[in-house]
């Protein structure tokens, strides 16, 4: 049983921070807060008391018409895409500003939205935000092509020219990194956007809108369009005048986003999916530090996290020490509300998601593997559940093969270097890895070996914003981060101008 707060004390009454009022609750449409065009509205609910904390207005596909029409609009005859590099650069830095004057209210609406811990939205994904704006800033007036040396009589140079109008669906375990990690690049490029932020957590997304308005993003360039995947997002995936698409999701969700485009437009997309992430801890490491880093590598948001380390491997020589101290170290995370400054995990950010991860546990039990600590609901409020080990599980069983999304770790032993590469890389996904070790060759020879977007040698979460990053296999393709993400909000145009008695060529 791991040490759980009771957090339904403090819920209601805001004792440890206060709850903010919810302001923008309409769709954000060419600079203004409106209703949708059917008048529905959905609820979105709190995860730590299961009860309703607003209604939201709900996009339809008439909604992404009229937003797709305002963006088009905006790229076509308004002023962000004419701008330089250096005027968009200023309005983004006043939007990062405001941003940090804020810090605490969007910190409160990511907390109450989506479960996540408040200390964590307001020291790292919140400011996190402000970096993003800050870094594509920085590149907004370093934007450029080349000139080529030709063997012709021709002057011929390339431009980058912004790629126009972007749909970016995100999803709800990191509401803001995720709007930032989107709208950062492509605003920096000159494209205008639709940004619609899951319909889990759309809190955030639209104070996000407003902010932006104040800082004199022109209408237009950036409208948020709360809604249904099915409805919104496949809208924005299949519109005709959508020039590409930025989606970070399930890979079932990101076939159909894909088949959406291909059949449309051919609009390019850019896919970052799910993860089964493999870590191999081998003989020689700490066994203290490896299993804190294991440990914050699953249940770190509540295991709704795309790169969690959820098949741990340990080699042979340590792995019973591993697996008592891993054990015993579980049983003591703070589960409760996450609010409360001493809680390591707070609810699973929905209902579905809460039943999902259950029901794989279950299957796990069912498959034969051996449930060495978790495994039930917390509590009988709120979508919290316990952390939850596995061991003896073979490489077929459901639990070892799908993303769970959640605080369930699948633990397996392995005798060498090579059987460890194996068992990383019997997933079909490829988005991140770990690799705990002492030993650089070990380090050098596995890293180059794992099929994975990102390897974390001795470390877990090591993200920075000009270090790209996605996946390999069916974990997606596509970079977000570093200048990788910016190109792919640009295109390339060639000019080829004849030159006639020149000196040289």
């Not at 250096?86 to 479960?115: Q, S, V």
């Not at 990194?177 to 690049?185: C, L, Q, R, V």
Request: aromatic share 10%.
């Amino acid at each position: 049983m791991a040490n759980l707060s009771n957090g339904n004390d403090h819920i209601n009454n805001g004792s440890f921070v206060k709850i903010p009022k919810i302001k923008f609750t309409k769709l954000f449409i060419n600079g203004e807060f409106v209703d949708s065009v059917s008048g529905k509205k959905f609820e979105t609910v709190d995860p730590r008391t299961e009860e309703v904390i607003t209604e939201i207005a709900e996009a339809t596909k008439e909604d992404i018409d009229i937003a797709v029409k305002a963006a088009r609009k905006a790229f076509d005859s308004g002023p962000w895409p004419r701008m330089t590099g250096a005027e968009r650069a200023k309005i983004m830095l006043k939007w990062a500003a405001l941003i940090e004057e804020n810090i605490e209210e969007i910190a409160a609406l990511d907390t109450m939205d989506g479960g996540k811990l408040y200390s964590w939205c307001k020291n790292v994904d919140v400011p996190e935000a402000s970096n993003l704006l800050r870094y594509y800033a920085g590149a907004a007036d370093k934007i450029h092509g080349e000139v080529f040396k030709t063997s012709r009589n021709l002057h011929l140079y390339s431009l980058m020219e912004p790629v126009g109008v972007v749909g970016h669906i995100i999803p709800w375990n990191f509401p803001t990194i995720m709007f930032f990690t989107k709208a950062s690049p492509a605003l920096a490029a000159g494209c205008t956007m639709v940004l619609k932020p899951a319909e889990q957590t759309p809190l955030s997304a639209l104070f996000y809108a407003h902010l932006a308005k104040l800082a004199g993003i022109p209408d237009g360039v950036l409208n948020v369009v709360p809604g249904f995947g099915s409805i919104a997002g496949a809208a924005i995936a299949s519109h005709m005048d959508v020039d590409s698409v930025s989606f970070t999701g399930s890979t079932e969700t990101g076939r159909k986003v894909m088949m959406a485009a291909t059949m449309s437009n051919l609009k390019p997309v850019s896919l970052e999916l799910g993860g089964k992430s493999p870590v191999l801890i081998f003989d020689d490491a700490d066994v203290d530090k490896a299993v804190d880093l294991a440990l914050f590598g699953i249940l770190h948001n509540k295991g709704e996290i795309c790169v969690a380390f959820s098949r741990v491997y340990v080699q042979e020589g340590i792995y019973d020490e591993f697996e008592k101290k891993l054990v015993e170290k579980a049983k003591t995370w703070v589960v409760g509300d996450p609010f409360d400054p001493k809680v390591q995990q707070g609810p699973q950010t929905s209902k579905a998601q809460f039943e999902k991860i259950l029901s794989y546990i279950e299957h796990g039990k069912k498959e034969g593997a051996t449930l060495l600590t978790g495994g039930k609901r917390f509590g009988n409020k709120g979508y919290y559940i316990e952390p939850t080990i596995f061991s003896n599980v073979k490489e077929d069983m459901l639990i070892s093969q799908d993303e769970i999304f959640g605080p369930v770790m699948v633990l397996s032993k392995f005798r060498s270097v090579e059987e460890g590469i194996e068992k990383a890389n019997s997933s079909k996904y490829g988005l991140a890895s770990g690799i705990v070790t002492k030993n650089m060759d070990i380090a050098n020879t596995v890293s180059r070996s794992i099929r994975a977007g990102i390897v974390w040698i001795n470390c877990f979460f090591a993200f920075d914003v000009d270090c790209p990053f996605g996946g390999y296999k069916m974990s997606g393709f596509g970079r977000d981060y570093g200048l990788e993400a910016l190109h792919k909000y640009l295109q390339v145009k060639s000019v080829a101008t004849p030159i006639y008695n020149s000196p040289w060529l």
